[in-house]
């Protein structure tokens, strides 16, 4: 399959029965360590929204959410999430989350539309998060700051896990690197965003990668994102553009980058109002989370999900996602998979 990479000479670190229990690990490690660093509190999520409220995410705006009749509320529909991106900012008013604080909440979706590859799969499993902030915090060095703490609860994840496992080595680098995407444009003109990201991660091996979303100065935005959670228009530095970005770390056994989280400051007033422009899609100004924020009653902040199957993937040396999550593959996949020692559960 075109889509498939297979390592020579695979080895599973861990058995499935040694992988399940390492699963639980990483997991309980990580969440309560991500807690404690950015302050937040675990809420429960939602699996589904209704259509309608802008309260789900549409991702880079062409992506179509599961969908179904609901028999008794007279056939309205809910969707089921492809994030929570908008509803978590909803929740940090409803529940009355002061400065400094936040929420994070196991989140659970599906994107029908994904290619499914070693990374991609229909089902996202993340933790969700979002922070109150100040508006003398939106800035780059505010985030610099927030993706710091998260890459710092990273490694010592990391670390945790190689004690237990110590045929597992450590191999993330001690700092994370930060570029924008206008310099990594500059830096490699010749490239396309895809190539672009893939040097600069093989050359730090963990980079945060600052403003997507935004057309750069060829006119092709990095990448897409939705025009209403993340900020990809406000003016930095230096006539650069973005208060948002990409956790991308080096994957040694699948030789690439490897995504790790997808996170930012998010719009207010004024940047939503320019990125509905931008994006041509000012009808959704009467949406229920739209018009709670153009009320400014919703607080500043920001908010990002880091993958966690993508983070038990990695730190587990596996070569494909449905290693550490049980998922819908091609019977295709499966069988070259197999025949190659990558064990789908």
């Known amino acids: 399959m075109k889509n498939l990479l297979i390592p020579s000479d695979y080895r599973p670190t861990l058995d499935v029965k040694q992988t399940e229990k390492a699963i639980k690990l990483i997991k309980d490690f990580f969440e309560v360590s991500l807690a404690a660093e950015l302050r937040l509190s675990r809420v429960t999520a939602p699996l589904f929204v209704l259509h309608g409220t802008g309260i789900n995410d549409d991702l880079t705006g062409v992506e179509t959410p599961v969908s179904f009749p609901i028999a008794d509320m007279n056939g309205h529909t809910a969707e089921i999430v492809q994030s929570l991106a908008k509803w ?78 110590p045929f597992i080595k450590p191999e993330l680098p001690d700092e994370i690197t930060f570029i924008h995407s206008e310099d990594l444009q500059r830096k490699y003109p010749d490239l396309n965003p895809r190539q672009r990201e893939e040097e600069v991660v093989r050359q730090h091996r963990a980079v945060f990668i600052i403003g997507i979303g935004a057309p750069l100065a ?12 993340d900020d990809w228009i406000s003016e930095t530095s230096n006539g650069f553009r ?104």
């Not at 989350?97 to 499993?125: F, K, W």
């Not at 596996?318 to 020692?341: D, F, L, S, T």
Request: aromatic share 10%; hydrophobic share 40%; charged share 25%.
């Open 88 to 165: 978590k900012r909803m929740m940090l008013a409803d529940y009355g989350i002061q400065h400094g604080y936040g929420l994070y909440t196991d989140m659970n979706a599906i994107r029908p539309c994904e290619q499914l590859d070693n990374l991609h799969s229909i089902y996202v499993d993340q933790w969700d998060w979002e922070r109150v902030i100040s508006r003398g915090e939106r800035t780059i060095s505010f985030l610099q700051e927030v993706v710091r703490k998260i890459y710092a609860v990273i490694k010592r994840a990391e670390f945790y896990l190689c004690d237990h496992y």
């Open 218 to 229: 060829d006119g092709i935005p990095h990448d897409g994102r939705a025009p209403d959670y």
């Open 242 to 345: 973005g208060l948002n970005g990409d956790i991308i770390i080096w994957n040694n056994v699948l030789n690439c980058s490897y995504e790790l989280s997808s996170m930012g400051i998010r719009v207010d007033r004024e940047a939503l109002l320019g990125q509905l422009e931008i994006t041509g899609t000012m009808e959704r100004k009467e949406l229920l989370f739209h018009r709670r924020l153009l009320n400014n009653e919703l607080p500043l902040s920001i908010g990002g999900g880091i993958g966690q199957s993508r983070l038990c993937m990695y730190f587990l040396r596996k070569a494909h996602i449905g290693e550490v999550q049980v998922g819908v593959w091609p019977a295709e996949m499966i069988e070259m998979c197999r025949a190659n020692n990558i064990f789908l559960l």
